[in-house]
Each structure stands twice: as structure tokens, then as C-alpha cells.
């Protein structure tokens, strides 16, 4: 299609949101330099000219009225603008200050992922090198580390997905588990769609009825936290029922035998007691995706995001090796990444006990390299830190006093939110970079306006692990900087400028695909012209004149036998389980208008409109049981504490849980509900499933 219309420019950029990443371009006015709209990208190849709504109206953040202008320094308890200089030096004065009285690990940084790959590897070399604390991590935590444990514990490596998405349409089945990845990730579904036109079948597992389960063969409406024994029953039946590829299993994966004893247990009827899901659907189910040749095994947040998370990935990853699926055309393992750099923020350093290319901070090796990339000695090297939920203990406990929050709203987005919210309030010194004012930036001493996704270069890596351009549509608006060059100004003013002698993203990127070389994420071989003439390359890439790696664990694992583990874990009950005084299931997600804490979507009239803010999805015959009526008011509550919202009433629901969406703050915020019971691998916290009441209020 012919885009390009008289007075305008067109920059070719990707969404700002979900991992999808889908190709669009941004109008510009050549007169006014202001951006008019975006269009799909229709050559991108992963997502064919399709936008979601958050998508097609991205490009309104930019020149919105609430973003912040200048710097914003916190007197006598308000806001009060300020100049970049004045902002810098009360930085450099309390990080100072604190670390001479209590050490370098009383600063903390609190990173995020939707920021591109250059910025992300800064913030870990910002904090380590720069502040030299240990206490780094990020909101990734709360999103992909469950899939990043499980992967790496299979398989040796974390890429999110095993295959590239534009074979989907060529796959024969799909088994998706706690992903609604018709709102979630809106424009994948045509891939499924073109699939399901070949005659492909489709399974899904959620407790809710979502429009993405609507559309499938076999919904296996399960109870929440029972992941891991459905995927046990459904491993149970593809070994009974003769569907292993044994010739696969004995060549490429360890512990099949233990496998096979800890699955024995979980016949249907055993599977069914415990999941709540019918004997026939999970045979039916067992069926369909034993027979199918060419199947991919997909998963989001619903099994990720608890307190067994890693089981459950480890556990249905393993339906795809038994199948001998992983490393084939249009089959594999893969997970929906949540942020837009869900996949690229996880490999560059950002993690309390990574360093960039995967190298974990207690081998020496890795931090002898790193260390060389970034100029200062191993010694240097702060030890390993703690998790993101973690780091608010350290607050409580006094070890933190300072934090520096970058792109990241935790006030809203983390579990058990009053917690996080005292523990903000406890800090002697809190920065927050962002555009807009969240809920995390209300309880900070400085605010830093940072650029918008569409002011800055850089990279981002989408959920296939294919590393895109991100491009400057227009220049940096009012006095803000792009993060990159926030913390540049900061280790100049802390003495440590030295350490960041970039001039643009690019700078950034080179320097990383050094230290990324040798690793397991090995960006080694890719550079902007690549990316720009290949339409984006897949990690790993170790060499220029290597092709990238768009399928991995073709001929081996990257365990150190070179083959996968297969799990063999039992069934655990979730943190917490329905008792007297909480007798229901509280479970969350998302809706389709709104990204996250909602700190860009709720600002958008076309999306806040569509929904405006969360109410609580229940069963008319849950309902009836407390004498609760459609879009009445109920009162919801945990050992935690309560809110109040709006009743949906739905058939779509399980007739004993209760679903809020959490894209907004405060008062109306479902993570004051939330439990922070964390998985042990991947410390993610239980945000799918714990022990709730529910009380009728009265009429809206
Ligand atoms: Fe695509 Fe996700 Fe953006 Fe929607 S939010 S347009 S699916 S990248």
C-alpha cells in the first residue's frame, strides 16, 4: 500500500506496548514536525499490517498534556519544577550522602522492560558500576521470570519462543495455558486463525471462558493454581496412550523415567478432582495434541505468575518434548512476553543476579569480562542483590534507603501493593524517571521527565527473540532526555562520566554486543544496518556473517550434556487456599484497552472510555449466593485488605473465583489484594491466585 500522503514523513517504528512489537509507521507533518497517527506496518512479517487499539492510538502519549516538562523537585511536600542542573545536584547530594553513611547498597534501582535494549543494559551498568550497589532488579519479575526459570532449567537457555511466529499459521495444534492472547496480544490471533483455516486445532487453559478460549476445540476451564496438575494428567495420557516420540526423548532428553513415575499418579479422574476440569475434556484434549504433527505449546501470565510458576512451564514444556517437537518447523515451546522488551529487558543485566548475555554475576569468568567492557576492576563488581518484591524488605529492614525507579510503576504493578506503598514512604531519597506521573512518582523526592518510545533510537527484542529497530519520530518534547542520557548526566555528576562516553543509542548497542559476545544471548553478530536490511535478526547471532538463529535447539540443548531436562514435579497447592472466613478464588489479568499499571492507557480518551475501571467478574450463580445483582457494588477482600467495585456478572467465569483486572492505582488498585507469596526459582509472585470474600455494598 501506498502510505506516504503530501507534507508528511513517514518513520517505520514498532508499538510501544505488548511483546508482539507490530510493525507501524508514525506520521509526521513536515510543516509543524508533530505526529498526525500511525499506520500498520503491512511488510512487517510477523504481524502483517494489523494494530490493536492501544496500538492505533499509541502515538496520542506523545504530545499529551500530562506529560511532565521539566524536572520536578518535592518541597514541603509538592511538586515544584526545576531546572535539569538544580534536579542533578540533589541527586548527587543524597546519593552521596546516603552512601557515606550507609554504604553503596543503601541505593537500590528499580528497573523495568519497556524500554529499548540500550537503555536496558545501561540501568544494569548504571547501578552496578556507577552507584556500585548490589540491589538491582526490575519489573520483569513480575512478568516473563517464571518462563525465564523454566526455560533455563529445560532447556539451558531463555528464549521466550523456540520457533519464529511467522510459522505459526503452518502449526497443526496449539496448546495454550493462562494466556488470552486475543486481548492480550490482539494481533497474533490472525495467526492462529490462518492455522485454524488449515484445519489446525486449538486448546486452551484458563479458569475464565476469554474470548481467546472461545474459539478453541477443548477449553480446560481449571481452578487456579492447579497448573501443574493438569499438565501432570495431560503428561500421564500422551505416555499411555503411546504418543511419545521415543526416539527423540532417548536422544535428546534426560529424566524420562522419573518423569514417567511422577506422572503415573495423575490419571484423569485424579487430574479432574484436583483441576475441577472434566475427565472428557482432558482426554479430548490429550487426543488432540498427541496426534497433532506439527504442535506448538504456548503460555502467559496465568501459569506463570505463581507461586509454582517455574513447575508450570518446566511441566508443559515437556508435552512438546515428548511430542519431540522443539527445534522443528512450525513446533516448539513459546510464551506471550507481556512488555514490549519483555525478552531483550531480561538478557542485558537488569536482574538482581544476571550480567548482560545471560552470565551470571557469581561466575568469575562472566564478571571478568564484564567488568573489561565496562572499564573498572572485578573487584568492583558489586555480589548478587535481591528480587524485585524483595527489595521492599530491604527497605522495611533498613538496608535500602534510596532507590532510583526507571520505567517502572511498582506502586500499582507489584503484589500486596500497601506493602510497597509503606515501604516507598520509608525511603530517605526516591527518583523516578518517567513521562507521565504515576502512582510510583507521586512518592518521589525528584521526578525526571524521560522521552516518550517515540523521541529516541534504539533496539528492542520482540517474543520471538528477534532483535527490531525502535526510530525517533520526533525530537525530545519540553526539557525531557531519553533515559539513556539521564544516567549519563548522573555518573558525570557522581564523578563516574567516564564510564558512559556515549553520543547516541548506537554507542550503546556496540558496547553491548561486546559484552553480550561469548554469552548465551549473544548479540555479538547484529548491528543496526543489519537490522535495517534483514528486517530485525534473531539472538543468538555470535558473528557478522552469522544468519541468526530464528530456530533454536535444532541439533542440542544448551544444558551441559546437550540435552533437555524433563521435570518431575509433583502437585503443590498455591500460598494460599480458600478457607471459612475467604472461601473463593481471586484471580486477575487484563483487558484489552489498557498496557500494564495503566500509567499510558488510562490517559488515552478512546481507551479509558472503553473501560474506565475495574470491576469484578463473577458467576450469576456465584452471585445469587450472596444476593448480589448485576453492576451492583461488592466489597472485596483477602487477608490483605479490601477494595470495592462494580459486579459483572458472566456464564464466561467458574462458578467459585473471582476475576478483577489490575491496570489501575490506588484505591481502585486489585494488587492491594494480591498475595507476594513468591515462586522459589524465580521469585514471581503469586498474583493468579489466593483466598478472597466477597460482600454486596449496595446499589451504584
Ligand atoms: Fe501490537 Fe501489542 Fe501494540 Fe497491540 S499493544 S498494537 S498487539 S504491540
Not at 544496518?529 to 530485525?536: P, Q, S
Request: hydrophobic content about 35%.
Amino acid at each position: 500500500k501506498n502510505l506516504q500522503r503530501a507534507g508528511e514523513k513517514l518513520i517505520t517504528t514498532h508499538c510501544s506496548y505488548c511483546g508482539m512489537q507490530c510493525g507501524m509507521h508514525i506520521r509526521v507533518s513536515e510543516k509543524t514536525g508533530k505526529i498526525k497517527g500511525v499506520e500498520p506496518r503491512y511488510d512487517w512479517p510477523v504481524t502483517l499490517g494489523k494494530l490493536c487499539p492501544k496500538g492505533v492510538t499509541a502515538y496520542q502519549q506523545i504530545d499529551h498534556p500530562d506529560r511532565i516538562k521539566r524536572p520536578l523537585i518535592k518541597k514541603n511536600g509538592a511538586f515544584v519544577e526545576s531546572s535539569w542542573e538544580e534536579a542533578l545536584h540533589v541527586i548527587k547530594d543524597n546519593v552521596t550522602r546516603l552512601q557515606q553513611e550507609s554504604g553503596p547498597d543503601a541505593m537500590s534501582v528499580f528497573g523495568g522492560v519497556s524500554m529499548t535494549n540500550e537503555k536496558c543494559y545501561l540501568v544494569g551498568k548504571y547501578a552496578r558500576a556507577v552507584l556500585g550497589t548490589r540491589f538491582i532488579d526490575y519489573n520483569g519479575r513480575f512478568c516473563m521470570s517464571s518462563a525465564a526459570g523454566g526455560f533455563l532449567k529445560t532447556f539451558g537457555m531463555d528464549r521466550g519462543s523456540t520457533l519464529p511466529w511467522t510459522e505459526l499459521e503452518h502449526s497443526d495444534c496449539f496448546l495454550m495455558a493462562g494466556s488470552n492472547t486475543a486481548e492480550c496480544h490482539p494481533t497474533s490471533i490472525q495467526m492462529f486463525w490462518k492455522a485454524r483455516d488449515r484445519g489446525a486445532s486449538m486448546i486452551v487453559i484458563d479458569p475464565r471462558e476469554t474470548p481467546t478460549a472461545r474459539i478453541a476445540d477443548v477449553h480446560l476451564d481449571l481452578l487456579p493454581g492447579t497448573d501443574s496438575a493438569l499438565a501432570n494428567g495431560l503428561l500421564h495420557l500422551i505416555i499411555k496412550e503411546g504418543y511419545v516420540d521415543e526416539a527423540y526423548v532417548e536422544e535428546r532428553c534426560a529424566n524420562f523415567e522419573e518423569l514417567k513415575a511422577q506422572t503415573a499418579l495423575f490419571t484423569p479422574a485424579y487430574t479432574s478432582k484436583i483441576t475441577g476440569v472434566s475427565e472428557e475434556k482432558i482426554i479430548r484434549a490429550a487426543h488432540l495434541y498427541g496426534r497433532a504433527q506439527k504442535s506448538v505449546v504456548m503460555f502467559a501470565r496465568g501459569a506463570e505468575q505463581q507461586s509454582k510458576g517455574v513447575d508450570n512451564v518446566t511441566l508443559y514444556s515437556a508435552l512438546a518434548l515428548l511430542r519431540g517437537q522443539i527445534g522443528k518447523f512450525a513446533s516448539g515451546v513459546a510464551t506471550f512476553t507481556g512488555q514490549g522488551n519483555g525478552q531483550g529487558g531480561r538478557e542485558h543485566g537488569q536482574k538482581s543476579d544476571l550480567l548482560p548475555g545471560y552470565r551470571k554475576i557469581t561466575d568469575p569468568e562472566a564478571v571478568k569480562h564484564i567488568s573489561g567492557v565496562w572499564g573498572i576492576e572485578p573487584e568492583a563488581m558489586p555480589k548478587p542483590g535481591v528480587s524485585a518484591f524483595e527489595m521492599f524488605d530491604e527497605i522495611q529492614n533498613g538496608a535500602i534507603r534510596g532507590m532510583h525507579v526507571i520505567c517502572s510503576n511498582p506502586a500499582v504493578s507489584a503484589p500486596n501493593v500497601e506493602y510497597v506503598w509503606d515501604s516507598l514512604k520509608k525511603l530517605d531519597f526516591l527518583v523516578v524517571n518517567d513521562f507521565f506521573l504515576s502512582e510510583t512518582a507521586e512518592f518521589a523526592d525528584v521526578v525526571l521527565p524521560a522521552v516518550s518510545w517515540a523521541e529516541d533510537e534504539g533496539t528492542t527484542t520482540n517474543l520471538e527473540g528477534r532483535v527490531i529497530r525502535i526510530r525517533k519520530a520526533v525530537e525530545p518534547l519540553h526539557e525531557s532526555k531519553p533515559d539513556w542520557q539521564i544516567l549519563k548526566e548522573i555518573a558525570q555528576v557522581l564523578g563516574k562520566g567516564y564510564l558512559f562516553p556515549y553520543e547516541k543509542a548506537e554507542d550503546i548497542f556496540n558496547e553491548f554486543r561486546l559484552a553480550t559476545k561469548g554469552g548465551k544471548a549473544d548479540y555479538y553478530g547484529i548491528t543496526y544496518e543489519r537490522i535495517d536490511r534483514e528486517n530485525g535478526v534473531f539472538w543468538p547471532c555470535p558473528s557478522l556473517d552469522h544468519p541468526g538463529t530464528p530456530t533454536v535447539f535444532k541439533g542440542r540443548f544448551e544444558t551441559p550434556d546437550g540435552k533437555a531436562v524433563l521435570p518431575s514435579v509433583p502437585w503443590q497447592e498455591p500460598g494460599e487456599v480458600p478457607s471459612e472466613e475467604f472461601p473463593l478464588r481471586l484471580t486477575t489479568g487484563r483487558v484489552v484497552y489498557h498496557y500494564l499499571s495503566g500509567n499510558q492507557t488510562r490517559r488515552i480518551d478512546f481507551l479509558r472510555d472503553q473501560c474506565p475501571y475495574p470491576y469484578v467478574e463473577m458467576h450469576p450463580a456465584l452471585a445469587s449466593r450472596y444476593g448480589i445483582q448485576d453492576k451492583e457494588m461488592a466489597e472485596i477482600t483477602t487477608p490483605r485488605s479490601s477494595m470495592t467495585v462494580e459486579v459483572k456478572l458472566t456464564k464466561a467465569t467458574r462458578e467459585d473465583i473471582l476475576f478483577i483486572p489490575y491496570h489501575w492505582g490506588k484505591e481502585l488498585s486489585v494488587n492491594k489484594l494480591t498475595n507476594a507469596c513468591l515462586d522459589p526459582t524465580s521469585r514471581m509472585p503469586e498474583f493468579k491466585v489466593c483466598a478472597a470474600k466477597i460482600r454486596r455494598i449496595t446499589k451504584k
